[in-house]
């Protein structure tokens, strides 16, 4: 029997924001920087080069590997915070604006590899944006446990899936770093790929 795939917890977020994007990535290795890669991989650069410290009476760790046996996932925390009185959160840092509960369920998945490596309860953790240069708290609560709990078992599906999930196109994919790849205006219309495919080949019906 093959075994189920090992998740990244970066995929999550690709899934929760393009079930397509993050089969392009994570099952095809189609990978192209545009502008928001580029600054995303900068910012992220700098926040795990930072050394860990104390800070305000917490110790700040940043650039963490974490993992899940239980759950299959794998991954990296960029800081995770802990209290004097032993409280444990995770910090993700985003450069730019919020995309719905995609980077909560990120960080939900974080803390669950955290749960099962610690032996702890996490509570909450927070994301950070860099547009408005502000960080938000999130409550690690039952909604966005199951979210995040769903999201894992689609993902997985996805990537034991031999079929390629439908283009969303919509509003989203002008800024996508994958758009010559996904071609979402091409694949959503049947009647433009006969038509591409008989330009390409020069052949007739």
């Not at 700098?46 to 650039?63: K, Y």
């Not at 991954?75 to 509960?101: A, F, L, N």
Request: charged share 25%; with cysteine; hydrophobic share 35%.
């Amino acid at each position: 029997m093959t075994p189920d795939p090992v998740i990244a917890i970066s995929a999550l977020e690709h899934h929760a924001y393009c079930p397509r994007q993050a089969a392009l990535i994570h099952v095809d290795g189609v990978w192209s920087d545009n502008i928001h890669t580029v600054h995303g991989s900068a910012g992220h650069r700098r926040v795990d080069t930072a050394p860990s410290r104390q800070e305000r009476g917490r110790l700040v760790v940043r650039g963490l590997a974490v993992y899940s046996e239980r759950l299959g996932l794998s991954g990296r925390c960029d800081v995770v915070e802990i209290d004097e009185d032993g409280s444990v959160e995770p910090v993700e840092y985003k450069i730019g604006v919020r995309h719905g509960r995609t980077a909560d369920i990120q960080l939900c998945a974080q803390a669950f590899c955290l749960e099962e490596m610690l032996g702890c309860h996490v509570l909450r953790g927070h994301v950070w944006y860099g547009n408005p240069r502000r960080r938000h708290a999130i409550v690690i609560d039952d909604e966005l446990r199951t979210l995040t709990i769903d999201a894992i078992a689609d993902l997985r599906a996805d990537l034991r899936s031999t079929l390629l999930p439908a283009a969303v196109n919509d509003e989203r994919c002008p800024r996508c770093q994958l758009l010559g790849h996904c071609l979402p205006d091409l694949t959503n219309d049947p009647e433009r790929i006969v038509n591409h495919v008989r330009e390409l080949f020069r052949c007739e019906s």
